[in-house]
């Protein structure tokens, strides 16, 4: 039997419930000895719109994963796009 390799994935928003997931899908990766990957979605930002560091979401989920588990290889990724098309687009696929 081949292990599967794919890090266990969760999307963050920057919610509260969104912090609860990450703690779930940490304790899943420790379990099934995979990484995590944290996930962030934004918008494609308006031209009118103020520039915000959106990544700032995922790397505060990344440094409460490690807080939770130290040692956990953990990822961070924000993609442009609908969260729930990009997390069927970008969700699944392999990443570096």
């Not at 292990?3 to 899943?28: H, K, M, T, Y």
């Not at 930002?45 to 409460?64: G, R, S």
């Amino acid at each position: 039997m081949t292990a599967n390799r794919r890090p266990v994935i969760v999307g963050v928003d920057g919610s509260p419930a969104s912090f609860g997931a990450v703690r779930w899908a940490v304790d899943e990766a420790v379990r099934h000895g995979q990484q995590l990957r944290v996930t962030h979605a934004i918008a494609v930002p308006d031209a009118f719109e103020p520039a915000t560091d959106e990544h700032e979401v995922a790397l505060h989920a990344a440094v409460e994963a490690r807080n939770w588990q130290p040692g956990l290889h953990v990822t961070t990724f924000t993609w442009c796009g609908s969260p729930a098309a990009t997390g069927r687009a970008k969700g699944g696929a392999p990443g570096p």
